[in-house]
């Protein structure tokens, strides 16, 4: 349906976190240092005409609706009100490219 669309979603590491009050949407408010660290995943994303499939190549991590990737797909395509699918290829922690 689509051309595949490729992003690199970089990894960090929590040096601090502090956890405060806990908001009206069930979210709590933190306060948080992060280190950016060489991994990064990758996500392979293609429009399809509905639903939403998600494979994780390379991990254990469920393909349904417990993962956040998934969670954020449906986020998105019920905000906009689309009336298409997605397809996520999700590879887990590669390095960094060198130059």
């Known amino acids: 349906m689509s051309e595949p669309i490729k992003v690199l979603a970089p990894a960090k590491i929590n040096l601090g976190l502090t956890v405060k009050r806990k908001r009206e949407d069930g979210y709590h408010e933190i306060k948080t240092l992060f280190q950016a660290v060489n991994l990064y995943d990758e996500l392979t994303v293609t429009l ?12 254990v991590l469920p ?27 999700l590879k887990k922690k590669y390095l960094y490219p060198q130059d």
């Not at 399809?48 to 991990?59: A, H, V, Y």
């Not at 449906?74 to 996520?88: E, P, Q």
């Open 48 to 59: 399809k005409d509905r639903g939403i499939e998600l494979i994780c190549e390379g991990s």
């Open 63 to 89: 393909s349904d609706e417990r993962n956040i990737v998934w969670q954020a797909a449906n986020m998105f395509l019920s905000h906009y009100n689309l009336k298409m699918g997605v397809r996520i290829l």
